[in-house]
């Protein structure tokens, strides 16, 4: 599948939390956590688990990373 979004970052399920319609799937990408937040239907249809592999992908012209030291 081809997609727009530049912003690829490939890592690991950690975590897949699971609410009323939405769910937080959080993803370590080389030592660093994203959280992408999507619906409970899209986890199950991609199979989403703890210690599968994922892409988070970011669809935007800017792309602003905090640190905290």
Excluded: C, P
């Amino acid at each position: 599948m081809r997609i727009s979004a530049r912003n690829r970052l490939k890592g690991t399920i950690v975590e897949v939390t699971k609410g009323a319609t939405t769910a937080h799937v959080r993803i370590d990408v080389g030592g660093s956590v994203v959280t992408a937040s999507i619906t409970n239907e899209a986890v199950d249809e991609l199979g989403l688990v703890v210690g599968g592999e994922a892409y988070a992908v970011v669809k935007a012209s800017d792309v602003m990373v905090a640190v905290d030291d």
